[in-house]
Every structure is written in C-alpha cells, then in structure tokens.
C-alpha cells in the first residue's frame, strides 16, 4: 500500500482548513487518533497507515461544503495525489452497511456519479482498513472519541431516520464487535478517556 509520510497528511489536512474550515477538521483529527490506537493492538494492520488513511478520509471537503459529494471530490484528489488506496478510502468510509441508498444526507452527485460509487462499491471488496475507518469515522466527534451509540443517535437527530437506519446501524455495532474481537478487548476501554 502506497501512502504519504504522516508528515505529508497532516500537511494535506491543514491545507484543507485553510480552503474549507469547520468541525469536519477536528472529526478526521479524532479518526486519526481512533485508528492508531485500535491498529496499535491489531498485529495485521500498520499504525502510521491507519492514522494516515483516517486523517485524510474527509480530504474531500476540502473542496467546499458538500454532502454524499465530498467523497467523490477525496477520491479525486487523492488519485490526483498519486494515492489510490486512500482515494479508495474515501470513498468506502461511509458504507460499512453497502447501499447507497442508507448515507445519512442528500446525494448531491450527478447521476453519472452516483453509477461510478455504485460501481466502485460493488467490485470492492472490504479489507480491515476500510472496517477500520468505517468504525473510527463513527465514533469520532471533533471533541474526542464517543460512543457509537451516541454519535448514531447524533446522526439521526440531525438527518432523520430512515428504512435502512437499522440495517446501517447492525453493520457499525458488526464492525465494532470485528475490533473488539481482534483487540481481544472492549476498544471503548483504551479509546475513551475516563
Ligand atoms: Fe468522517
């Protein structure tokens, strides 16, 4: 897997607050921080590249305020950067329940667009930093780590809920019970500060 130094993403990150600021900033900064912590106890999966990938996993909103379009834009750029796998990333952050249909927002993507997701989702299959990033982006508020339950609900209040939000919601407590299995432990335990 080809990605920047972590030097080099914080530099990207930066850069993207200067052309877009908000809390999307700090979000990826606690994704970050998330994914180090769980890949740390993971003997499969590299610290430096699951801090990397979740820094950069919202590059797309560098681009301006955007909803289901931002990942477009972060696979974009990332390509244009010369780093597909975190271009990947960006794009299958926000299915870990695959149908497009269940992202919480508005798909401001052109028809076209939308057919190349469907696409890339359909022939991809997940590995465990997709999982891993899926899980980080959905217990990462700008202020620290959360519970999932509580940035689900937070989701929820904001967007509404839906036919899929159920379904949406059994792949993320899936995803947490593939970390805590893998870290032998409960990840709640060392991400969350008492
Ligand atoms: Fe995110």
């Given at each position: 897997m080809e990605i920047p130094s972590v030097l080099y993403a914080e530099k990207l990150l930066s850069e993207a607050q200067k052309l877009n600021p908000g809390l999307w900033v700090e979000h990826s900064r606690t994704a970050g921080f998330c994914a180090r912590k769980i890949a740390e106890r993971?003997?499969?999966?590299d610290n430096d590249t699951a801090y990397v990938l979740a820094l950069l996993?919202?590059?797309?909103?560098r681009d301006g305020v955007m909803d289901m379009r931002h990942i477009l834009s972060g696979y974009n750029f990332m390509l244009s950067e010369g780093y597909k796998d975190i271009a990947r990333i960006c794009l299958t952050h926000s299915f870990p329940y695959k149908n497009?249909?269940?992202?919480?927002?508005?798909?401001?993507?052109?028809e076209k667009e939308t057919k190349f997701i469907l696409a890339f989702l359909e022939k991809t299959e997940y590995n465990d930093y997709d999982r891993l990033i899926q899980l980080c982006d959905a217990i990462s508020f700008p202020n620290g780590p959360t519970y999932i339950e509580k940035r689900l609900v937070d989701v929820v209040l904001r967007r509404g809920f839906n036919d899929y939000t159920i379904p949406k919601w059994k792949a993320f407590f899936e995803l947490k019970d593939y970390f805590d299995s893998i870290t032998q432990s409960d990840i709640y335990a060392f991400l969350l500060k008492k």
């Open positions: 993971c003997d499969s999966l996993h919202d590059i797309g909103r497009i249909k269940a992202y919480n927002g508005q798909n401001d993507c052109s």
